[in-house]
T-cell receptor, first 109, second 117 residues
Framework: KNEVEQSPQNLTAQEGEFITINCSYSVGISALHWLQQHPGGGIVSLFMLSSGKKKHGRLIATINIQEKHSSLHITASHPRDSAVYICAVSSLRGSRLTFGEGTQLTVNP | GAGVSQSPSNKVTEKGKDVELRCDPISGHTALYWYRQSLGQGLEFLIYFQGNSAPDKSGLPSDRFSAERTGGSVSTLTIQRTQQEDSAVYLC???????????????FGPGTRLTVL
């Protein structure tokens, strides 16, 4: 079993829909990261959180430390949100990231 | 300001050859990471440098892989006697390294796509 599990693996939505991507982890962490990877490969850090909730524009990330679970929400989705979303954790041992397999999101107009 | 840069962007090599991949982190960032993304697979950690501390090499897949970081800035990942399974995108990331273990945002470079024929 991977230390970081994401679901779903693939997600197709219509423009305007509310989207949720889930991440569960099985190790102690110092922080959880949500990353975005567009076609062409560039990776951008969206959020880093260790508790509670963070919001940036239409994106919201939450984490429940007790349940070892995080969600990434996208409100009013848009075709430009189409990308791979990756959950990653920094372990208690150090800063190295352990990654989930990613969620391929496609938002159709 | 300038982000993390990597060179070359693409590298095609023959099996058995050695390759060097370069990473220029964001100026002032003390932490530098190398990751690998193989085709159809997720990202995996290779090696981590933090300041003058001994690097965390626990992710290197074999002794054919090595990395250096000179002067606390530029890093070079070297793969000796390349094999076809080494084909992947090699990503470098840097972070300020000031907020303690695991609490820094990491900034990724564009990657080097390595193809071993």
């Amino acid at each position: 079993k991977n230390e970081v599990e994401q679901s779903p693996q693939n997600l197709t939505a219509q423009e305007g829909e509310f989207i949720t991507i889930n991440c569960s982890y099985s190790v102690g962490i110092s922080a959880l990261h949500w990353l975005q990877q567009h076609p062409g490969g560039g990776i951008v850090s969206l959020f880093m959180l260790s508790s509670g909730k963070k919001k940036h524009g239409r994106l919201i990330a939450t984490i429940n430390i007790q349940e070892k679970h995080s969600s990434l929400h996208i409100t009013a989705s848009h075709p430009r949100d189409s990308a791979v979303y990756i959950c990653a954790v920094s372990s208690l041992r150090g800063s190295r990231l352990t990654f989930g397999e990613g969620t391929q999101l496609t938002v159709n107009p | 300001g300038a982000g993390v840069s990597q060179s070359p962007s693409n590298k095609v090599t023959e099996k058995g050859k050695d390759v060097e991949l370069r990473c220029d982190p964001i100026s002032g960032h003390t932490a530098l990471y190398w990751y690998r993304q193989s085709l159809g697979q997720g990202l995996e950690f290779l090696i981590y440098f933090q300041g003058n501390s001994a690097p965390d090499k626990s992710g290197l897949p074999s002794d054919r892989f090595s990395a250096e970081r000179t002067g606390g800035s530029v890093s070079t990942l070297t793969i000796q006697r390349t094999q076809q399974e080494d084909s992947a995108v090699y990503l470098c990331a840097s972070s300020p390294g000031t907020s303690g273990s695991g609490m820094d945002t990491q900034y990724f470079g564009p990657g080097t796509r390595l193809t071993v024929l």
